[in-house]
């Protein structure tokens, strides 16, 4: 099954940027945890020429480790640049069979695009899961998966 941007949007909307059953995160580590486990969910259901993906679950504390560190930073604007790095970090290096992910070439595009989500303090919720998203989704898109045998690079899907 190929990744849906929207299936993401929703449990960000839902089970994070609101708080799971609207209650919110009592600390960074919290709410980190709660995006990373959104995150690997989703990210589980990624495909490269043909193959899933079997390490977005045991990935998941590496992604909350570092979206922790990313959730304490003192602006929102470097917590939004710090979570796109750790999101394309997480994604960097994730096995599909035999195929290993090369680093997002939408990175810095992703980054900006966190950045400036957590930058607008106007936005709604819904637009800003959206946005997370769909830069989310970007990354994705723009790795490639190398694989030795048979020979030959896939992208995510």
Same mark, same amino acid.
Do not use: H
């Given at each position: 099954? !190929?990744?849906?941007?929207?299936? &993401?949007? %929703?449990? %960000?909307?839902?089970?994070?940027?609101? =708080?799971? =059953?609207? #209650?919110? +995160?009592? *600390?960074?580590?919290?709410?980190?945890?709660?995006? +990373?486990?959104?995150?690997? #969910?989703? @990210?589980? $259901?990624?495909?490269?020429?043909?193959?899933?993906? $079997?390490?977005?679950?045991?990935?998941? !504390? #590496?992604?909350?480790?570092?979206?922790?560190? +990313?959730? *304490?930073?003192?602006?929102?604007?470097?917590?939004?640049?710090?979570?796109?790095?750790?999101?394309?970090?997480?994604?960097?290096? #994730?096995? @599909? =069979?035999?195929?290993?992910?090369?680093? !997002?070439?939408?990175?810095?595009?992703?980054?900006?695009?966190?950045?400036?989500? @957590?930058?607008?303090?106007?936005?709604?919720?819904?637009?800003?899961?959206?946005?997370?998203? &769909?830069?989310?989704? =970007?990354?994705? &898109?723009?790795?490639?998966?190398?694989?030795?045998?048979? !020979?030959?690079?896939?992208?995510?899907?």
């Amino acid at each position: 099954m !190929p990744l849906i941007p929207i299936s &993401l949007a %929703l449990e %960000l909307e839902q089970r994070w940027l609101t =708080g799971a =059953g609207n #209650q919110s +995160a009592n *600390s960074a580590a919290e709410s980190a945890d709660r995006f +990373a486990g959104i995150v690997s #969910q989703w @990210f589980s $259901t990624a495909l490269a020429g043909g193959f899933p993906c $079997t390490t977005a679950f045991a990935r998941k !504390p #590496q992604l909350s480790s570092m979206a922790a560190s +990313a959730l *304490s930073s003192p602006t929102p604007e470097i917590a939004g640049a710090r979570l796109g790095a750790a999101v394309a970090s997480y994604m960097t290096g #994730q096995s @599909f =069979g035999t195929g290993v992910a090369a680093a !997002p070439i939408a990175t810095a595009a992703a980054i900006a695009g966190f950045a400036g989500v @957590f930058a607008d303090l106007e936005a709604e919720t819904s637009e800003r899961a959206s946005l997370i998203a &769909l830069a989310c989704w =970007g990354l994705a &898109l723009s790795t490639l998966v190398s694989f030795a045998a048979p !020979p030959g690079a896939y992208p995510i899907t």
